[in-house]
């Protein structure tokens, strides 16, 4: 099967978040199936694009509305991620050192979705699958369909996969001379709550539709930040899969960023060996247990708790534990944690930025990773905790629902119900108790590393709906 994965972001090409390493790895995993998978991002400043080798296989120009633009589709010579790497390079869009966040970038998804379909159309083969990633890539479908210049992609199936619904790419019709010619009478199709909506415009007319977790799904359809009557009319068509890890990067035992690595075997050693390595980097003793936040500082992630979740904890449990941050996001709740820096000196850091390296460190060298989150579609960050033995504490939502279970009921990690100051100090609370039984924590540790949540069988899932959704429109 010859499947094109378009996106945003690529795991170690460009990152933001969890996007990244899906499109990262699951279409190498996919490959390693023994199909034919290409993955098409935009081209951005990044260090990838300059330390690795690049051919140019097709240039042209995208009209977008008044305006045109240059684009050359640059391929990765070496294949070194265990698929064919695009980069789409728009010069005066898309060479900046940042990914989101600029004013125009609404012009600059569109112009790559333009673009992308430009080179497919000018191929000589055709894909089976064009698999679209949230609502950058939102208009592919409805182009696809309905416009005059991509009559030769109409047979093509495509799927989107929804990664979060609360960003959805949203421009009025001021806009609307960007696309291609389309008979107007199909406009409705890219309409929702009067004005272009690229996710719910995928949501209408992708063949196929999928969230990163079971549990999502099933939150979307009432929860789903205005979108939930579509999702519910779309039911039919739609399929919760969970995310899965890459177990070649995420690795304990292989892990080259690390201090020392380790097994189920030499957990206790491992364990210890890098959490000693982590506290000396922020001044902490490690003989206390280590909790850790990874990840964006946004509410969602209900990253605006933490300055108060630090507070209880540190006022709660003086000198008991250590408390490590490492995050960006919201300068707001970035400037509340640096300031909690002078008043708990000992037993607690922060960190702001994306550091990938001190992100492995801090996996490896934790007891207890903190997930409080209000919204999360899967989470990949309880995954990534397990395999290296640290427990997750999360809140039951979305992914984090779908992928632990409280010890207490023989599971795998710490739940608590709501993402509040309260929920999360208790689950602290029991955190601290299941540290002070050495064999107990050690078990559901081995547990959490013995848990399967590869690509490997998850990647067979998207083939096996890739081809009920081919069935089901050639049906039609």
């Given at each position: 099967?010859?499947i094109?994965h ?21 279409p ?7 199909n ?34 240059p ?11 265990g ?10 869009l ?12 609404n ?52 799927l ?24 107007l ?23 196929g ?8 799904l ?6 789903g ?32 960023m690390i ?23 922020f ?55 640096k300031?909690?820096?002078s ?40 995954m ?42 208790d ?35 998207y ?14």
């Amino acid at each position: 099967m010859e499947i094109f994965h378009i996106g945003a972001e690529c795991y170690p090409v460009a990152k933001v978040g969890g996007l990244a390493d899906v499109i990262g790895a699951l279409p190498k995993y996919q490959s390693n199936a023994e199909n034919q998978v290409r993955v098409v991002i935009p081209c951005y400043e990044t260090v990838f694009r300059f330390q690795n080798d690049f051919e140019c296989v097709h240039w042209g120009k995208l009209k977008l509305g008044n305006f045109n633009f240059p684009f050359s589709v640059l391929k990765e010579v070496s294949n070194k991620l265990g698929f064919e790497l695009y980069l789409i390079e728009i010069p005066e869009l898309f060479d900046r050192p940042n990914i989101y966040n600029y004013r125009d970038d609404n012009e600059r998804f569109i112009s790559f979705q333009i673009a992308v379909l430009d080179w497919i159309t000018g191929r000589n083969s055709m894909p089976d699958i064009i698999h679209c990633h949230d609502h950058h890539t939102g208009l592919i479908p409805f182009m696809i369909k309905y416009c005059v210049k991509y009559n030769k992609l109409k047979n093509i199936t495509s799927l989107i996969t929804i990664h979060n619904s609360l960003y959805q790419g949203i421009f009025t019709f001021n806009k609307l001379y960007y696309l291609p010619d389309f008979d107007l009478i199909n406009i409705k199709e890219l309409e929702w709550g009067n004005c272009i909506n690229s996710l719910a415009t995928a949501i209408k007319c992708a063949d196929g539709i999928t969230t990163v977790s079971p549990s999502y799904l099933n939150e979307i359809n009432h929860s789903g930040n205005g979108l939930e009557t579509l999702y519910q009319r779309v039911l039919n068509k739609s399929k919760g899969i969970l995310n899965g890890i890459d177990i070649d990067v995420w690795d304990p035992e292989r892990d080259s960023m690390i201090e020392i690595n380790y097994s189920i075997a030499t957990i206790d050693e491992g364990k210890q060996k890098n959490k000693e390595q982590l506290c000396e980097a922020f001044n902490m003793n490690p003989s206390k247990p280590l909790f850790s936040f990874i990840g964006r500082l946004y509410n969602e992630k209900g990253a605006d708790l933490l300055p108060k979740i630090v507070t209880s904890a540190l006022e709660t449990f003086k000198g008991e534990i250590n408390i490590l941050i490492l995050g960006y996001g919201d300068t707001e709740i970035e400037n509340q944690l640096k300031q909690l820096l002078s008043v708990y000196k000992k037993n607690y850091n922060v960190y702001i930025g994306y550091n990938e390296e001190l992100a492995h460190k801090t996996y490896a060298g934790s007891d207890f990773i903190l997930i409080p989150s209000r919204i999360e579609p899967c989470g990949l960050n309880q995954m990534y905790a397990l395999r290296y033995g640290t427990l997750p504490i999360v809140r039951r939502t979305g992914g984090l629902k779908d992928t632990i279970v409280d010890f207490e009921d023989n599971g795998n990690g710490i739940c608590h119900e709501q993402a509040s100051v309260e929920d999360v100090s208790d689950s602290m609370q029991r955190a601290i108790d299941l540290y002070k039984n050495k064999e107990n924590i050690k078990q559901i540790r081995i547990k959490g590393m013995n848990t399967d949540h590869s690509w490997k069988n998850i990647s067979q899932e998207y083939i096996e709906f890739y081809n009920l959704i081919i069935a089901k429109k050639y049906e039609n």
